[in-house]
C-alpha cells in the first residue's frame, strides 16, 4: 500500500489549498483516512479524520475552516483548507488504515505567508 500526497504549496493568509492523497495496491477502500501536520519544532497533530461510514472529526483549531472528504472509487481523501492562518504552516502527512496497518504518505509543505 502507498499513499501519494499532494496540492500543498504557498498561499497568503486568508487563502485556501486543497491537499489531495491517493492510495495505491488496495483492493477495497481504506476504512479510515487522516491529515496530520507538523510544524518545526512541534510534534505531529491531528488535523482530521475520517472514518469510513461518514464519521468525521476535526482539530478545535481547524474547525469550520477545514473540510475532510474522500473519494472512495478514486481511493483518495481530500482536505480543503479555507481561511488560512499563519500558524497553519506545516508539512502535512496523509494517513491510512486499511484492515488493521496503518500507512503514511509523504508529507506536504504547506506555507502561510504573506
Known amino acids: 500500500v502507498q499513499l501519494q500526497a499532494s496540492g500543498g504549496g504557498l498561499v497568503q493568509p486568508g487563502g485556501s489549498l486543497r491537499l489531495s492523497c491517493a492510495a495505491s495496491g488496495i483492493s477495497f477502500s481504506i476504512n479510515a483516512w487522516g491529515w496530520y501536520r507538523q510544524a518545526p519544532g512541534k510534534e505531529r497533530e491531528l488535523v482530521a479524520i475520517?472514518?469510513?461510514?461518514?464519521?468525521?472529526n476535526y482539530a478545535d483549531s481547524v474547525k469550520d475552516r477545514f473540510t475532510i472528504s474522500r473519494d472512495n472509487a478514486k481511493n483518495t481523501v481530500y482536505l480543503q483548507m479555507n481561511s488560512l492562518k499563519l500558524e497553519d504552516t506545516a508539512v502535512y502527512y496523509c494517513n491510512g488504515v486499511y484492515y488493521g496497518m496503518s500507512y503514511w504518505g509523504k508529507g506536504t509543505q504547506v506555507t502561510v505567508s504573506s
Open positions: 475520517d472514518i469510513r461510514g461518514g464519521s468525521t
